[in-house]
Nanobody
Framework: QVQLAESGGGLVQAGGSLRLSCAVS????????MGWFRQAPGKEREFVSA????????YYADSVKARFTISRDNAKNTVYLQMHSLKPEDTAVYYC???????????????????WGQGTQVTVSS
């Protein structure tokens, strides 16, 4: 049984930083593309970032490029999202997701990922 557990969310002022972590258990972590998505109140879930199994490739939504960095430690079965220069519009529940066969053209599609965490709240105050 696969489990994904996010942590690291919280309340931060605009311009601040947070690092999210997602610990994964129950499968061979390095086989999977890992992604971060977020959902703000009243909005659809949106893609934030993704990383391939061996960290060869990373992907970012335009809205977070140059501010967020995704990384993973396969020895620790953990994926991270370092967030800098946070803005109020980054406020959302952030979800970690994993997919075994995620095509590049589907990297931003939530239905390409079959395992999801419960989410962690990030609130950025102005």
């Amino acid at each position: 049984q696969v489990q994904l557990a996010e942590s690291g969310g919280g309340l931060v002022q605009a311009g601040g930083s947070l690092r999210l972590s997602c610990a994964v258990s129950g499968r061979t972590f390095s086989w999977y593309t890992m992604g971060w998505f977020r959902q703000a109140p009243g909005k659809e879930r949106e893609f934030v970032s993704a990383i391939s199994g061996g960290s060869e490739s990373t992907y970012y939504a335009d809205s977070v490029k140059a501010r967020f960095t995704i990384s993973r430690d396969n020895a620790k079965n953990t994926v991270y999202l370092q967030m800098h220069s946070l803005k109020p519009e980054d406020t959302a529940v952030y979800y970690c997701a994993g997919g075994r066969y995620v095509r590049v053209q589907d990297i931003g599609a939530s239905n390409a990922y079959h395992d999801w965490g419960q989410g962690t709240q990030v609130t950025v105050s102005s």
